[in-house]
């Protein structure tokens, strides 16, 4: 692996950059397979920019896997997925107009499809079958058919030329116990329906329902693939009581960036909006380029802090490109210096957990801030261990 000690490509002109481990990743998704203690196929969930890591990266990190499928919620991830050459089969989630068909066919996606002019329009531009996947709502009220209407929509669909029936998919998340009844009646009713097809002639080559809470946490599967998210980028997704992320470690290792200014204050002053914060005489103060535009939250009710120097320095003062950390356990901190505002430094480390408690949010929401608006470092890109691409990259493959 890359030291992250290493001074980063791009270090002066970049604000702060994220470090991403991809053999993690990789790793995860084994341990996955092993507890699913079952034959089933992965269908590795990169929506959201890969929940924050990066889909591409990501993708391509997992592409020589073994995996069913990547699948995506936005077509512009799932063509950019294709561009970079990635071979794995891309499931596109529900969410896209008729307009979009075109570009599905050009790049040889999957479409999945919940309302029949999605699919007549699939049919009539296509020039040969096209692999298709029915969404079904089966009680979460977002996308897909009805549970109660997805048998005659089956039946309707696989009438259509150009189309072949590659799967029929639900999604069931849940985050406590009194959820995970909930999602094991609801599989139920997916499994009548299963059957109900397979009874019309319908069969289709896989179904899936669970993801990576579902596939964790014991319930019966009746279907042949499973979804994985949250879990796979080592991020919980529900309470400890259902489920045990034990192995699952985080791919986001950490968020860097380096002091900006450091300021020894003689005498002591009010600083802050209005002078708001009283600084005393002897403190030390410094300043970090890493602000609400990059991605930063804070409630001031709720103590922060970063690494510098393996030491805690107290976060003081948010503004829209700046941190002020309190340096003065660290008094002799010069500009330049690395501060980490989440992963390990010396003997201290800062969790995911800890940067989203302070910021009153969850820990894939923090990494969805920060996603696009900071560069992202990747270590072990590829199995043999290289970063991979470049040293430093934003979300559009840039060096800064």
């Not at 993690?24 to 920019?49: F, T």
């Not at 579902?214 to 693939?225: C, E, M, R, V, Y």
Request: charge should be negative; proline fraction near 6%; aromatic fraction near 4%.
């Amino acid at each position: 692996m890359t030291s992250s000690s290493q001074r980063p490509a791009g270090d002066l002109t970049c604000r702060a950059w994220a470090e991403f481990d991809l053999a993690v990743l990789r790793a995860n998704l084994r341990e996955l397979r092993r507890r699913l203690g079952r034959p089933a196929e992965v269908i590795s969930s990169v929506k959201a920019d890969g929940y924050g890591h990066g889909a591409t990266e990501v993708a391509r990190s997992l592409d020589s896997e073994g995996i069913l499928a990547l699948a995506t919620g936005t077509l512009s991830e799932a063509v950019e997925i294709r561009q970079a050459g990635i071979t794995t089969p891309v499931l596109l989630f529900p969410g896209y107009l008729a307009d979009a068909v075109p570009t599905i066919l050009e790049h040889d996606l999957m479409p999945s499809v919940d309302r029949i002019e999605l699919a007549q329009a699939i049919s009539a531009q296509a020039s040969g079958a096209v692999r298709v996947w029915v969404k079904v709502d089966a009680g979460l009220g977002r996308h897909g058919v009805l549970l109660d209407d997805a048998l005659d929509f089956i039946v309707a669909l696989t009438a259509l030329p150009n189309i072949k029936l590659e799967g029929i998919f639900t999604h069931l998340p849940f985050v406590d116990e009194a959820g995970k009844r909930w999602a094991a009646d609801r599989i139920a009713q997916f499994e009548a329906l299963l059957r109900a097809a397979a009874a019309a002639g319908r069969s289709p080559t896989w179904s899936q329902a669970l993801s990576s809470v579902g596939a964790l946490s014991g319930l019966a599967d009746p279907t042949s693939a499973i979804c994985p998210g949250h879990a796979l980028y080592g991020i919980p997704a529900a309470e400890p009581e259902v489920l045990d992320m034990q192995g699952l470690d985080p791919v986001a290792c950490s968020i860097r960036t380096r002091l900006a200014h450091v300021i020894r204050h003689r005498e002591p002053r009010a600083a802050g909006v209005g002078g708001s914060r009283r600084i005393e005489a002897g403190a030390v103060t410094g300043v970090v380029p890493l602000g609400r535009r990059d991605g930063y939250r804070w409630l001031a009710q709720e103590p922060a802090v970063m690494l510098v120097r393996g030491r805690r320095a107290r976060v003081v003062g948010l503004s829209l490109e700046h941190v002020m950390l309190d340096l003065t356990p660290v008094a002799d901190a010069q500009p330049g210096e690395e501060v980490a505002a989440l992963g390990e430094q010396g003997d201290e480390r800062i969790a995911l957990a800890d940067l989203a408690r302070w910021r009153g949010s969850t820990p894939v929401e923090t990494l969805l801030d920060f996603s696009g608006r900071i560069a992202a470092r990747y270590l072990n890109g590829t199995a043999s261990g290289e970063v991979s691409p470049p040293d430093h990259v934003d979300r559009a493959g840039n060096a800064p």
